[in-house]
């Protein structure tokens, strides 16, 4: 019996199962049940995206589950052979899902609903398995042979996608998996094994008993809940032999594999949840070669991360004068129209837009018209000390970079990318939505993309500078900074219409410009307060074991494979409300822009620009694990990074949450001002923080503040309670650092990004 359940997209859910009187409580790392906390200013419930089925279709997809449980099962099959080829179709996953104040709906492509449906019908009759694999074994088989010479992960997924509820289908998915390990794609990697074997993968709890609603889990994540509990782990050992004895090979070949992608990057996959999980089974095996087997890949893949633990950042030492510096263009505060009170999170009089590098021993720096690069043990202007010059430069300088007749809203991030000592950037023109777009002579973007050869001092690649026409894109601006995945770079389209902003996905050859794909429509929506301004945004992919992550900043996160842009899944959540209808004060949050997502752990992080929460997704399955209210981190603007079972962000304050669970762990500061107008905190955050080893290093105005990054088990309580944090050291710099910095450090360098100067230290 259930005592209560919302959705599965619970992050702290107690699922309590009775089995012979006996409770079963599966604790799941997931989300903790806010149900009955309000929802001030939020839309009742998430907007369906672009790309969800069609009315017609889901009259099929239901008229499919009807024939297959009238044991009309050919017909079912044919029906769903029509149904597959909507490949980009997006389709509900169960409920609404809830956590803290924020609701989301979880979307997955109806292909991947076409293949479990297939496998369950084909499970059922004999007679009609054997039929079903004449007609497809012998493609099967010459599709995998293909995929082994070829080892292309787009045709793997084709072929997975057709070929998988055949006999080969095992292979098949296999095979795709150890293509996307060789890349070391690790996320990727897991996320196939979760498709095409989610009874060894994953734990479906209905499994245990038939009433409770169907809750997907990974066997890692439910045995870390339960190992403990005395009368719930004996059950979930029971479940674990029953599937184990069905298939012996295949429950070793997948915890291989997960192991394996976990050893890859543990950074991103939760490493420790599943060598504990493995260890467990080793110790329950008896011996043999499988035993044998696992406890050698165990050992392999925990000796990969005790060698990167030895890898230690040094701690930095501020307490000097930097070795040099360079002038920036000063920008103020002034002309911005976002809907939300003043100062800009992060920011003072003055902006800082400025995000250098640091890259074999060179700093370099987009200056927003101009792209710079200097050595970091003089300062001297690279390639050459002299003559001084860019590499690269737009046309026209500052003062001709602002756009006229309208008012606009935000502000340029100067970010770049240096791959394989090649950079990228965003130049051009800002605006990303014109309220009335000028046109090039060919209608091209007005921005575009520059790819440099840095061992050739800067000059220009084949096919750059990159714009955006048609017919490829109309009325379109390349928004954000590239980045890069093997041999593409991946940047962020904006469009604008009479109705709003359209945000997609575009690839290109990063050696030719070359265009790849576009993806389908992943955002799109009204930017409050942007109705009558040019926007100015910078909205920015992330790229983690072969998948990227993308918040729109349009009500949508999205998972997509690189190599076809197709959407993995889609989560959309609930955007706040116009500012029409809340106070300045409390939409801090629509100050955030840029990078806005964190995969760390198995979970990816996402602090959207139109909601006030931060959200936790499944890096897999994009389920909800937990999300804050809209109280705790609604002036966070960054997120900072992890260290221990902390996750920092940063903004107006410098905040702690546990990663796993979303509690609010630490803040500082602890109080702000008392008042009715734009109390904010003292001292307040200026610029964007760093975690250094175990300490994060917090600049705010004049003085850079040290705290640890981790908070000890044994204070987390004491730190809940006064609510503040210990400071380790102070950095006073009044006459460096005024308006705040961007920090950044790499080794033995440090920089220093104030809205006037670029710092260069060493941190030896």
Known sequence: MIRQFVSRGLAMMLVKLMSRQIVLAVYVVLAYNLSGVSLRGQEVSPAEPIGVISAADQA?????????????????????????????????????????????????????????????????????????????????????????????????????ARYGATQSGPGIYRLLVD??????????????????????????????????????LPWYRVWHAVQHDEEASPIVLARLQTVASSDQAEMESVLSRQLHAAGIAPQWSDLSLISDWAQMLKERLPDGEWK????????????????????????????????????????????????????????????????????KERAFIHKLTNLRAFRCDDGQNWPSPRPVYALHRSDGGMSEYWPEGYPFQGYPRGHLTIEDNYLYARMGSPVTAWVQR????????????????????????????????????ES????????????????????????????????????????????????????????????????????????????????????????????QWMVSYRRAAGAATQSYRTQRFRYRDGVSCLVNQGLVYCMPQDCAELMALD??????????NETDVHDAIQIVGTCGQCLLVNGDRLIWLDRRLGHLLGQFPALT????????????????????????YWPTSGEILVFSADIPQASRFRTLATATHQILHRYPMPQLIPDGCNLVADGKWLLMATPRQLLGFTSE
């Not at 040094?314 to 360079?326: G, I, N, V």
Request: charged letters at 20%.
């Open 179 to 216: 293509i996307h390990l060789e890349r070391e794609h690790s996320l990727a990697a897991s996320q196939l094994l979760d498709l095409g074997f989610p009874s060894t993968s994953r734990l479906n709890l209905s499994d245990l008993q038939s009433s409770v609603p169907k809750i997907d």
């Open 60 to 160: 099929a997809q239901e008229q499919v589950e009807q024939l297959a449980s009238s044991n009309q099962l050919e017909e079912a099959i044919a029906q769903l052979e029509r149904l597959a080829e909507q490949h980009r179709t997006l389709v509900p996953t169960g409920p609404v899902q809830l956590a803290g104040t924020q609701r989301v709906q979880v979307y997955h492509p109806l292909s991947d609903w076409c293949h479990r449906q297939r496998v369950r019908i084909l499970a059922r009759s004999l007679e009609l398995r054997q039929s079903y694999e004449q007609q497809c074994s012998a493609l099967a088989a010459a599709a995998y042979k293909s995929l082994q010479l070829s080892k292309d992960p787009k045709q793997g997924r084709q072929i997975a």
């Open 438 to 473: 000028p046109r090039n002579t060919d209608d091209s973007s007005l921005s575009y993309l520059v790819g440099l050869d840095l061992d050739k001092q800067g000059k220009m690649l084949p096919g750059f500078p990159l714009r955006l026409a048609p017919p490829l894109l």
């Open 476 to 567: 379109a601006e390349l928004e954000g900074c590239p980045l890069v995945l093997e041999q593409m770079i991946i940047t962020s389209v904006a469009q604008r219409d009479q109705t709003g902003i359209r945000r997609r996905l575009a690839a290109f050859d990063r050696f030719s410009g070359r265009s790849l794909w576009i993806s389908e429509v992943l955002g799109s929506g009204v930017v409050a307060g942007s109705e009558q301004a040019h926007l100015i945004s910078n909205a920015q992919p992330v790229i983690a074991g072969g998948l990227i992550y993308f918040c729109t900043h349009l009500g949508t996160v999205a998972c997509i494979e690189p190599y076809g842009g197709h959407v």
């Open 292 to 359: 044998q087997r696992l406890a050698n890949t165990l050992s392999d893949v925990l000796s990969w991360q005790g060698r990167l633990n030895l890898q230690q950042s040094r701690l930095l030492h501020l307490d000097q004068e930097p070795k040099w510096q360079t002038e920036l263009s000063v920008i103020e505060n002034s002309a911005d129209t976002t809907p939300a009170s003043r100062p800009r999170v992060g920011e003072a009089k003055y902006l800082l837009p400025y995000h250098p590098v640091i890259y």
């Open 673 to 696: 001002t008392s008042g009715t107008l734009n109390a904010l905190p003292q001292p307040r955050g200026l610029g964007a923080a760093a975690i250094v080893g175990d300490r994060v």
């Open 619 to 628: 890096t897999s399955t994009g389920d909800l694990v937990w999300a804050t």
